[in-house]
């Protein structure tokens, strides 16, 4: 499944608490040598096991 990206210019409200139900994963920014993904995790669910070409910082925005 392809995660969509935003467009140049384009913002995007990052909704948090009961909102973030209808919220889906996106893309921020994407070059050559940087990608930010807004990656959104329902309750109960986890990020599986997984493995990516260089670091990776994650910040939790809302829950745990």
């Known amino acids: 499944m392809a995660i969509p990206h935003l467009q140049p210019n ?3 409200r990052l909704p948090l608490g009961a909102t973030l ?3 889906k994963t996106t893309t921020l920014v994407k070059t050559s040598e940087l990608e930010v993904i807004r990656l959104v995790v329902s309750a109960g ?3 599986p096991m997984h493995k990516a070409p260089g ?3 994650v910040q939790c925005l809302d829950g745990r």
């Open 21 to 23: 139900q209808a919220s």
């Open 10 to 12: 384009e913002v995007l």
């Open 45 to 47: 669910k986890e990020i």
């Open 55 to 57: 670091p990776i910082t």
